[in-house]
């Protein structure tokens, strides 16, 4: 009687046990082609089966971050889809051999910014039932690309333009052939500059350019550095970090470029 009462409790513990020690047949490892990506730019996702003789049924599906876009690159006799930020590969059989290859790209949102996981499980049907294993999980760092060079020429003379009392006053004469602007955004895509405007608040005109296969957008057209500097300093920088740029008769310069050239000009204007 005891033996009866207990048989399907001792049952459940026995299925319980046997649930918690199962291992995948198969091994699947995961890898990403960059530690990190700009916002608007691309990554790659590379899955690795190792088949072990399965051969049955086998299903690999992930859900990427909200904003992500997947588009298939090598799937090796699976059916490749993406809906509703889910990537799926599916064979009704896996390829006989020992290893099996699918790879996949990524669009990142230009919108998007830190840490993203990239996760998911895998199935496959093994005496008559469904197994689900979890992959590896990946992470990648989604950042603003900004131009180095800008960047460090902007910090450099930040403290000799803006904090010298004695700053030289040619950073506020106009020179014909020099021209400043704000730089909000780069892309690797072409974006709606409408939507991006309304996205980070901007209520000037946003203009676009392609500079070294990114699409650079800007507002603005000032003459001197410091009108640029004060128009950027009332930007939203918790959205984006702004930061000033300068062409010379329309060539994409450095800022410090820029500042050498105002300022053998002047000499020459003196002389």
Do not use: C, H
Not at 35 to 49: E, H, N, P, S, W
Not at 79 to 95: A, E, H, I, M, N
Not at 105 to 122: C, D, S
């Amino acid at each position: 009687m005891i033996s009866k009462l207990f048989a399907p409790v001792l049952g459940l513990f026995l299925m319980a046990g046997q649930l918690s020690a199962a291992e995948s047949i198969v091994r699947v490892s995961q890898s990403l082609s960059q530690q990190k990506a700009y916002a608007g730019g691309t990554f790659l996702v590379k899955i690795r089966i190792e088949r072990r003789n399965l051969d049955s049924y086998f299903q690999i599906q992930q859900e990427l971050p909200k904003g992500m876009e997947a588009t298939g690159v090598e799937s090796q006799g699976a059916t490749f889809s993406f809906k509703d930020g889910k990537v799926k590969y599916t064979w009704l059989r896996l390829p006989a051999t020992e290893e099996v290859q699918v790879m996949y790209k990524v669009t990142v949102p230009f919108e998007m910014r830190g840490a993203q996981a990239i996760k998911g499980n895998y199935y496959y049907i093994r005496e008559e039932e469904k197994e689900s294993y979890p992959l590896p999980v990946n992470n990648i760092e989604v950042i603003e690309y900004s131009a180095p060079s800008d960047s460090l020429a902007e910090k450099t003379l930040l403290g000799i333009i803006n904090n010298d009392a004695n700053k030289p006053s040619y950073t506020s004469e106009e020179k014909p052939d020099l021209l400043f602007k704000v730089q909000i955004l780069s892309s690797t895509r072409k974006l709606n500059r409408d939507s991006l405007g309304k996205e980070y608040n901007v209520k000037d005109v946003v203009n676009e350019e392609n500079f070294n296969g990114l699409y650079k957008y800007t507002v603005g057209n000032f003459k001197t550095y410091e009108t640029a500097r004060d128009f950027k300093n009332r930007l939203d920088f918790q959205k984006y970090i702004p930061f000033v740029i300068a062409y010379n008769r329309g060539a994409r310069i450095t800022v410090g470029e820029a500042m050498q050239l105002a300022s053998k000009r002047k000499t020459v204007a003196k002389n």
